[in-house]
């Protein structure tokens, strides 16, 4: 793997087997960070909410979360649970 690559990792989680699950990717902190398997397939992705209401743009807290078909969409949320309790 790219030392880059390696310097973005969030987090890794692994199974009550201790084989590795998932990646976590990026910066939590700008609400960008990407999920991948254990295939390195992306399944899950948290990105700013870029849109703007009557003129007034959305609070940095304010994120929408992307969820690949097949993946638990409430270990998605217990994910990003997680990484809002390591990074706040």
């Known amino acids: 793997m790219n ?3 390696q310097s973005k990792v969030l987090a ?3 199974s009550s087997d201790d ?5 976590i990717q990026g910066s939590y902190g700008r609400r960008s960070c ?3 398997d254990n295939s390195c397939n992306l399944v899950v992705e948290i990105q700013r909410k870029a849109a703007t209401l009557e003129g007034n ?7 929408q ?4 078909p097949g993946f638990d ?5 217990a994910l990003v649970v997680l990484l809002d309790q390591m990074f706040s």
């Open 57 to 63: 743009t959305f609070g940095e807290d304010v994120f």
């Open 73 to 77: 969409p409430v270990l998605a949320m």
């Open 12 to 14: 890794r989680v692994f």
């Open 65 to 68: 979360l992307i969820i690949w």
């Open 3 to 5: 030392l880059l690559l």
């Open 34 to 36: 990407r999920v991948y």
């Open 19 to 23: 084989r590795f699950a998932y990646m």
